[in-house]
């Protein structure tokens, strides 16, 4: 058992819904699977059915809030696919049919979301020498993932609780891989059982797991040998998480859906600390309190070594001297990754250590494949909700500049499931193929071996600040 | 026949007006000759007047729409031609009385205009140091460009589809050049054919020739050999458009208009893809499909030099190592451009290009002539509309700074049409030349031999944010 | 005596409350001891219960200005202290519930408040290469001030007039430090005496004294052997503040309540000079006027040295050439400040002071100890009030790695207690605690000694423009 | 006679007063004798008072304008002036109160104004290192400005037409800077005679004579004679504006007024070019056609010297090559200038070329005086009126850094003037004279002699965009 002496996601949640149907705060953020892999028979009590009470209660009405009515009048007034030209736009469907809680921890990013956004940013200060007249009509942009064939250069990264976006969760995302023959890392807190997102893969599909260690061993080997059973094809460490960043974001998506309601509370005095244990942290935070805070270089990766024969790869590298050691340890390979701006503020942006790691150590890219994590397109803004948005497809064709092997995008196939269901996901892959293409034509490039650090200057200048022109 | 199997523009148009009256949407962008020229004469099934249902429909009366009363009311509160100071006001005017498609035509950059943005952004970078106590009192702006006369070192550049703006098209440019001794690059794509342009010049006028080449090789060479036929004195070939760039302003326009007359269409489950082909790409892009995207230094240079005796410019130059083929292949001039930020995002501004090519490979410029593209004014901004206008002027006279022989200016034109006719495109070539004039005055410069590379210094500020005062 | 001659606080403030009962406005910036402390017996007239006028004059019917009415609605909407998640947080419910005089106090920078903004954008420069792999899971944030046990990283800095924000003063601030282990520095302008400071605190607890010398050279040792006898560990001697900054927030904050109560005055034919005297100096600076404004490395510090044995540390430090002066002086510390941006406009912030410091004399590091001042977090503005909040810690975990030994925190804890008196006051300690703790995990740190520059990185770029996400 | 053949503001502005009371157009722009310096007496035709048509119409009812009505209220609701806490203060008091034609003149830069802001950002990017426990109580900011004393380091540096802001015009700032020992550069465009200011002028007053030359050089030289006459100490002879820039704001500023009243004029078919002549200059370039654009080094100063004994200063000074040459020729002084702004489009601002000519050409300062233009403190903006206006005193205090001898300030005076008359000059000098020595208190510096270069730092960060907090 994983969590044998408390609820992972702390005592606060049990006594909120203590003695009523929790169903629907459950399902989304625990997989089908969980009481029989977390519980011992002795803690089920049994079925919900036979408690009268509860069933009352469940038949309750429930008045709508205002956040559901305007999910509801959002989910009806989508456009088209066919109206959707880039992962901004689909960005934006997603925050409109998104309930708040969702938002909020899709979107989060750590403190004040300076990383979050500087992430972004980075992408802005990397401009191209286009080259012409060169035969580019036919322009492949299929490359392979350790080993593994890939048609284009970007796999779906590790992103959590899609369920909280679209009932199917996961599975979609799934499908619409298959497919697109595009590569799904699957995430270590999905929504959907690792065997579930197997059984929905067809037989040639690649799929990666994404681990994060816990302090219980013996979990953590259970699951690599589950995925390992399963057909997972590699391991992504997650190293940048060893506790939860502070993603405020998060935490208040309560209070404002209060105030939204006008249901707002005021200091009284005597009102202390003892409540910020149990609001404090977001609830996800709760439940990774078992997280191994003392991973080593010295322990951990001879023991995952021990452990599998699946290639390894680090997810959440930050700077160069990470990535030299992670090459001298010989792992298969490297994620660079600020976990999306979730974890560490003024955390260096990947693209930047990309470009540094270029410069002083290219021997690194010998000895593994370098990924990068894509930027999330937007982050909720009080004030000028146009002009953080931006375009996602920037990572992916650039990316190669530097030798990266592929970039990893999480957010955008959260959104295209939230918005639009597997057809979303389909829709995202075909933008991304369209932009790859036509982005690799214009420079010149018929296929990925024609990317080379030569196409690309880091400017001196202050990007121009961008608007969205949905 | 140049598109001998199917309609360039794609299928969907011809479906869009299947048993309609089509003129008004056929004529604005195909040249009277179109037919004559592409269609052999068992394609042409006959007049139209004999066709009745088509012509009762044709005098439906159609309700004007929202687009067309904004549009008849700006025309009537257009400023005197007097109060026109500068190139930004004749945009802000030709954006008040051009119809919705029109401007997103002419106003679209590429994905999130950011190439289109810092383009023009690059002026500001760069500042003067200017001399004083010269005799500046007879100051001469005029110059050779490929040895023909220019009054200004500037040259009308292609730009498409004239006739969007104003029912003359190109016509007016052509007679407006004329009385200015400004030389006119007839774009590949105008709305008038190449003869009529040529039959409204002046014997003495200059015309230039852009030509785009596409995977019809005879038919590029029947449009070289009837430019020579016309008296047409260079060739500009289009190296930076083998693909058309995203413009996504250009695709939105028809949407933009739907939700203006509040026809909004939602998504409707099972609402896919197949949309996608017919309306996500614009018309202007279908046209295009049959461009060579195959061009190459060794085969497309000696090729070209083989039909044509003219000089050979190639329009679309982006990077140093480009610029020296082009010298080694011994071309007779570049134009430095990115196609005025529609075709590659993160394209580096021509400007900088200019100022690369400057400092590493002076010598380019003593083996052919170097053009670069001017700024385009304005973009549409759903935030801040004031705040990214600009006058082009600071193109035009600090070119030559780093050497180059001209500026090629495409839009100003278009917008001078659209906004007045062929008074506003006299009125544009007025504004430019007193405003080179003052600024050469004030940098103590007599003539263009007088603006040295000393004169100007790139500096490490970034430039004031501006706003527009008209 | 220290001021025998006149009002420290100019005699404007005399004539204008002549003949009223001033104790509204006396208490609050007075210590209780002042009398004592600066009056003769003979300058003491008697009780003022005697004078049967005013006390008729203190029971007339007050009217409540607009600004006490919306001091008294924001008293009652404070958000449950168990909301407040950051510094921010704190400072928004502090703005709303001060008086608006008291706002301007605490705010106030010096002229256009550039160098108060500089000091915070600083820290939007300095970027993390974080480290992974580490074994962090035990942390330990606790250092030694001057020796003295603190159980972060970070001391109270002098800031002065708390009882404007709460009645009992710095009083809450001794409490607060005394249960969390944070030494404070006593402010030289505190409101409540150094005796009551010292008697509100636990035995074990360390004070350090803020000092300003004035010309009376006597009443500062004096007060030195004074806080020697309460048994104040450290002298910080001001040296930034020898004249009174020009802080026209605070100047004008009258002006502004009279203009919210509809009492503009205006400009009649005459109106000169003379008033200036009078109100063009906030009362503050005036009673500032017996300050020393000729201290010197040569004078001043032998002197300080031969009254007291107690270390002497210099508050104000703003350059390397002083850092290496003070070096060579042996005093026992510095910090690097200037003043909360109080001062000298265009100072130099003083993390940059740090950094160069660190780049070009690292060896001061070794005779003394270096502080820093935090950065204040918010300043008015009358454009966008969300964009420029943003949270202290960035100082705290950051300084270590320049070696700085403290960041010293002033205005946060002025906030806290105006917010919410002395729970405020602990709230702020656990808020810096959890955020110290967590950034140093995510940055592969066990304890303050794991923080070193290397970990840092001066970024080209300039820092994204934040937001509030309250 | 200057302008024997035709009048110098063009003949569009008789035409518009033909058969009308000129008066009160003519009065603020030409000086009282006027008409004796430039009309023989033949062109009197006699006294107005005769024409009794004329008569009548000038007792016409003028029904007022809406900028008439603004203006006169704001008269009346002017601060009282010991609220003018900054220059910053007195320009928003000027602003509220100018006609907006004046203002037009006033604020107007050249094109889109980028130099004109451009002047002012450059302030931002110098900071300061701060010394302290340095002896400033005694703090003297007096020096000598070509051998005569000047109680601060600045001057008035001559700017058009004060009686545009005040009847008294020029005359109130000559008393004001006599009582303050304050030198005055009096304008070549002043709108009191030169023989009226300095009557005005105290015995021991110092007076300095901007001079324009234009195509007569008769006329220069009386001007020159008349100079030294009437006592006139130095000759800056103007050397950046030969031909007048282009300044739009004052182009425009008459349409605004028809625009404000609901006079619209929209462009009819036909209306062409003929118009720009008479309106598309201001009225101030027509009156300057007779500039002299043909100066030269090798035959003006030589001229100069030989007409005069008097210390030749050239005013206008826009890079280091320039100031080399000056020194070459031994001049007297330069004043490094682009005319505020008002001339050439892309100036390097005058602070930056002061930073290059001490970091390249030292030598030139021992050879010379170098003055410094002042920065225009705000310009309009249809946008963000709060977020470009700062406050000038940094050119004051931070001139010295860099060895110039003095900052030149034009505008601020004519803002005091307009504002508040000759008080508002008073007050302008005692500001500054507070600012000065503060800031050189906090800086360390007793003297002007203490202000060395290594005070002061050019940053690399982009500085804070500051807001207005009057």
Request: charged share 25%.
């Amino acid at each position: 058992m994983v969590y044998p002496k408390k609820h992972p996601g702390g005592p606060g949640i049990l006594l909120k819904y203590a003695g009523k149907d929790a169903s629907a705060a459950y399902e989304p953020i625990h997989p089908p699977d969980a009481i029989q892999q977390n519980l011992v028979p002795s803690q089920c009590l049994g079925p919900l059915a036979e408690i009268s009470g509860v069933q009352e209660m469940s038949t309750e009405v429930i008045e709508r809030t205002k956040d559901e009515i305007r999910v509801a009048q959002a989910m009806k007034e989508r456009p088209p696919l066919s109206r959707i030209l880039n992962l901004a736009d689909m960005e934006k469907v997603a925050k409109s049919v998104l309930p708040h809680s969702a938002q909020a921890f899709y979107f989060a990013g750590t403190d004040d979301e300076v990383s979050l956004r500087e992430n972004r940013r980075a992408f802005d200060r990397f401009f191209f020498h286009a080259r012409v007249m060169r035969a580019v009509r036919k322009c492949d942009p299929s490359t392979k993932i350790l080993g593994y064939d890939s048609a284009l250069p970007l796999f779906v990264s590790g992103a959590a609780q899609a369920s909280l976006g679209h009932p199917l969760g996961e599975l979609n995302i799934t499908r619409g891989c298959g497919k697109s023959n595009i590569i799904q890392m699957v995430c270590g807190f999905a929504s959907v059982s690792r065997a579930e997102i197997a059984a929905a893969a067809l037989p040639s599909q690649t799929l990666f797991l994404q681990l994060y260690r816990t302090r219980n061993e013996e979990a953590t080997v259970n699951l690599i040998q589950e995925a390992e059973r399963l057909g997972y094809k590699a391991i992504f460490l997650t190293v940048d998480a060893v506790v939860v960043g502070n993603r405020e974001r998060d935490v208040r998506s309560i209070w404002d859906l209060e105030k939204e309601e006008g249901k707002n509370r005021y200091y009284e005095e005597g009102d202390g600390e003892e409540e910020i244990n149990l609001l404090g942290k977001s609830s996800f935070a709760n439940r990774n309190d078992g997280l191994d805070a003392d991973m080593s270089w010295e322990l951990t990766i001879p023991w995952l070594r021990s452990v599998t024969k699946l290639p390894i790869i680090l997810k959440g590298i930050q700077c160069v001297q990470d990535a030299v050691l992670a090459a001298e340890m010989k792992v298969d390979g490297i994620l660079l990754s600020n976990h999306g701006g979730r974890q560490l503020e003024y955390a260096m942006p990947p693209l930047e250590v990309l470009f540094q790691l270029r410069q002083r150590r290219p021997d690194v890219f010998d000895g593994l494949e370098v990924y990068i994590d894509g930027e999330l397109l937007e982050c909720f803004s009080n004030i000028n909700f146009q002009d953080i948005i931006r375009r996602r497809y920037t990572a992916r064709n650039r990316f190669a500049f530097h030798r990266a092997t592929a970039v990893g995008l999480g957010r955008p196939f959260l959104f295209a499931l939230s918005a639009y269901g597997e057809a979303g996901v389909a829709k995202i892959v075909s933008i991304l193929q369209r932009e790859i293409v036509t982005s690799m034509q214009l420079l010149g490039a018929a296929s990925l071996r024609d990317l080379t650090p030569k196409l690309v200057e880091r400017v001196d200048w202050e990007p121009v600040k961008r608007e969205y022109k949905l």
